[in-house]
């Protein structure tokens, strides 16, 4: 029986090119699942109350929080794809490659599954151990891709501490994840049918 050498394990970077359409989905939903078991296990050890940790509030207002958050987000993204080069906000590729071939209703189905899975790991048992400032520290690095420009790590900083502090506000984590729900699925749909020049 051949021994287990970790000295043998070789990482190398791929590019996003090198992945076909279904390995990315893979990984895709591969994290997202992963992501929603570590929030769930983590939500647990703190003895939180996963169901009322998920409870959909009687009051409406959190769709007034995720949507204005929403829109504030879509706007600043749109003013800076518009005077920022695309050079200093680009993420590899990786949100093209995704969204731009896929019909509207996956757009819709990718954009809900990443924004309960995020959302719960991140805002319902991040934040509540550490806090938002730290939160979206984490949230930042977790988006690896965003780090070689400080553009859109500032950005998706900003909109991480937008999003613990309308899960604050609002008691709810439902606030958070129509936000995030939302500016995935407007982004999505503008890469989607966005023409080039």
């Given at each position: 029986m051949k021994k287990f050498d970790i000295r043998n394990i070789r990482v190398r970077k791929v590019n996003i090119d090198e992945i076909d359409d279904r390995m990315l989905l893979i990984n895709l939903y591969a994290t997202q699942a992963f992501t929603l078991i570590i929030g769930i296990i983590w939500i647990l050890f703190q003895r939180q109350n996963l169901l009322q940790v998920l409870a959909i509030p009687k009051q409406w207002e959190f769709l007034a929080w995720g949507a204005g958050l929403a829109a504030a987000v879509i706007a600043v993204d749109l003013?800076?794809?518009?005077?920022?080069?695309?050079?200093?906000?680009?993420?590899?590729?990786?949100?093209?490659?995704?969204?731009?071939?896929?019909?509207?209703?996956?757009?819709?189905?990718?954009?809900?599954?990443?924004?309960?899975?995020?959302?719960?790991l991140f805002r319902g048992a991040i934040?509540?151990?550490?806090?938002p400032y730290w939160t979206s520290i984490v949230f930042a690095a977790i988006h690896v891709r965003y780090l070689r420009h400080w553009i859109p790590t500032g950005l998706v900083f900003s909109i991480s501490y937008g999003l613990g502090w309308i899960y604050i506000q609002s008691g709810t984590l439902w606030a958070p994840i129509v936000a995030h729900f939302v500016i995935d699925f407007i982004m999505g749909l503008i890469i989607r049918f966005r023409r080039e020049p």
């Open positions: 003013l800076i794809s518009r005077w920022v080069p695309d050079e200093a906000t680009d993420d590899g590729g990786v949100n093209d490659r995704i969204f731009r071939s896929r019909p509207v209703w996956h757009i819709a189905l990718i954009s809900f599954v990443v924004a309960v899975c995020e959302e719960l934040q509540h151990a550490i806090g």
